[in-house]
């Protein structure tokens, strides 16, 4: 390969763009965040990075509680529009047809339309230059029965699911392995 | 919809598989981390979440350096076995055929198969649980030019990325949008 050097930038690739929920069930926001990552698994625990400027931010900051709402193709509008409109003027709800249903374990609402959705509790949160670092516990998740198979097992890869890369909306497409195929032994052909 | 509700768990998705380069240009090493997350734009900065029990743990720790690598679909069976494997046993990079290149701006290396390498700094380290959070500065990018146009923009939907969702590996599929396509104007046809 033949390479160029350039400056830091931001181009961790692919990203989760994850539809926030905040605020409350009377008054609810949602906003579009793609610096969104898992962080621990044991306690199962994620982060979000929001600007100081935003709506949502003193919503998140002061409740100390938001919902990562997963998207879907068909959220696809939402998810674009949700990142450049502010709650400020807007009741983004109302104005795409989305709704605010009650969380289990926080005060703020879930997304309906949103086949799994990810209920946190702010832990800390750290000041990192134009966004500051949410970081939560995931206190529980709602899963949509359409993805469940018969045996329960959630069949994630149903959900049609997006993701960003470089200004880019995308779709998932094939599935290629599941985590350990390398090492795996193949099972023998019975004779 | 109809749904469930689950204790927390870790399952936002989609999350980025890379491959994190450390140690030395001499003695490198390799370790597949879904944990990761663009956490800040100005300064560019990322997250990857590493457990303390694993080889490249004190690597990372104790240089304060490391490379995220955005994997390939050709690099695939090279990230699941680099995320079952350990550096203890093996030598990552000579069981895989893969190359250990000097990074610009860090004393590890990047893994020139992989088009796009992240030069990363530590600036923070957070106990989480079962895992700990390193918070780092991206410091260069080294960019292949085959992603790069006649203009010299980058056009990362050339890569082949790969994604990861809920224990499985997707290629990313169409691109279905853009970073505002919901509010752009459409241009007015010219009579």
């Known amino acids: 390969m033949s390479k160029q050097i350039w400056k830091g930038g931001a181009l961790l690739a692919p990203v989760p763009p994850v539809l926030v929920s905040c605020g409350s069930l009377e008054s609810p926001n949602l906003i579009t965040v793609a610096w969104a990552g898992t962080v621990c698994t044991h306690p199962p625990r994620l982060s979000i990075s929001v600007r100081k400027s935003r709506y949502s931010y003193p919503l998140i900051r002061e409740s100390g509680e938001f919902v ?14 949700c990142g450049v409109k502010s709650g400020r003027d807007v009741d983004k709800f109302k104005e795409m047809h989305l709704t605010a249903a009650p969380a289990s374990t926080v005060g703020c609402p879930i997304l309906e339309e949103s086949p799994l959705n990810l209920e946190c509790k702010v832990f800390q949160v750290l000041e990192l230059g134009s966004h500051d670092l949410f970081l939560a516990d995931i206190t529980a998740i709602q899963v949509d ?31 290629l392995g599941t985590f350990g195929y390398s090492v795996r032994k193949k099972k023998k052909p019975r004779r």
């Not at 045996?151 to 049609?160: E, H, N």
């Open 145 to 175: 029965e359409s993805l469940l198979d018969a045996q329960g097992k959630l069949c994630l890869d149903k959900a049609g699911l997006l993701a960003y890369a470089h200004g880019s909306y995308f779709s998932l497409g094939s599935q």
């Open 68 to 81: 990562v709402n997963l998207p879907t193709q068909k959220l696809l509008r939402a998810v674009d529009w």
